[in-house]
């Protein structure tokens, strides 16, 4: 069973800069990709940056230019590493992975996981 966990979450002030891990355990053959996305209160939960195997980016508008992210696929660790950091970007942050995961005879199968979440707040 995959499961993912996030962590560095805290308070910063703005301006600031915070880097957030995502660790994932199991069978992992590949990281087809891992996401990352935030819901702020009484929002929706929106996508943040994304990446996959080929080191493809996405980033929302609200956060490119101030948000990279990266994948140690030997590791199995993702990050995502925030600066110049704003009150809007308080939320709580979810890493989302889409997965080979490998499987008896050479076999394998996907699977996608979703973390718990970790929350961070910016202020003032």
């Known amino acids: 069973q995959v499961q993912l966990v996030e962590s560095g979450g805290g308070l910063v002030q703005a301006g600031g800069s915070l880097r957030l891990s995502c660790v994932a355990s199991?069978?992992?053959?590949?990281?087809?990709?891992m996401v990352w996305y935030r819901q702020a209160p009484g929002k929706e939960r929106e996508l943040v940056a994304r990446?996959?195997?080929?080191?493809?980016?996405k980033y929302s508008d609200s956060v490119r230019g101030r948000i990279t992210i990266s994948i140690d696929h030997r590791k199995n660790v993702g990050w995502l590493q925030m600066d110049s950091l704003k009150t809007d970007d308080t939320a709580v942050y979810y890493c989302?992975?889409?997965?080979?995961?490998?499987?008896?005879?050479?076999?394998?199968?996907?699977?996608?996981?979703w973390g718990r979440g970790t929350q961070f707040t910016v202020s003032s």
């Open positions: 199991g069978n992992i053959f590949n990281i087809n990709a």
């Open positions: 990446m996959d195997d080929t080191d493809i980016t």
């Open positions: 989302f992975g889409d997965f080979r995961i490998a499987l008896r005879f050479l076999q394998h199968r996907q699977e996608k996981h």
